[in-house]
């Protein structure tokens, strides 16, 4: 590779991983084409960005950043898994794909300042994700509303009901 294709090489990922909002790393050894076609696929259908890169270009890229605490784990082959929205998105497939392919080996990652272990990545993933957060969110403030709406028309449905136990008791009696 020529020296002008690497230094645009890193700085690409440069870019692309000031703007991550999480990083996981992997050790993609051993996997079969067919299972790197789907895993590339789940990665992508959520948002998130998956490559392989070469150590030492990951190196350069995360030289001098925040990230930098990520250098101790680029050893063998290292595939990366970034997205720019949801932190926990990555992790999250990862994980997965760790659980049902023996070969895809997490390494570790990267969140909020912190470089991650393999615990932390897991740990990660069973936070909840963005999508769930504003449901849960959203849930909470519609809430508030239907318990009013339930509150202020609790009486009218009782008396209403209570009229008609009436008019059963009353239709009965004749």
Known sequence: MERAVKEENISALKLDL???ASLVLADFRGISVKSD?????EFRAIGCKYKVVKNTLLGLAVKGTAMEGIEKLLAGP??????????????KVATK????????VIKG????GKALDLQGVVALSNLPGKDELRA?????????PQNFLRLTTAAQQNFALLLAARERALGEQK
């Open 78 to 91: 290292t595939a990366i898994a970034y997205s720019f929205e949801d932190p926990v998105a990555p992790a």
């Open 18 to 20: 000031a703007k991550a």
């Open 97 to 104: 794909v760790a659980k049902g392919e023996e070969k895809f």
């Open 109 to 112: 990652g990267y969140v909020d």
């Open 37 to 41: 076609t789907s895993l590339r696929r």
């Open 136 to 144: 849960t969110f959203l849930a909470t403030l519609i809430a508030v």
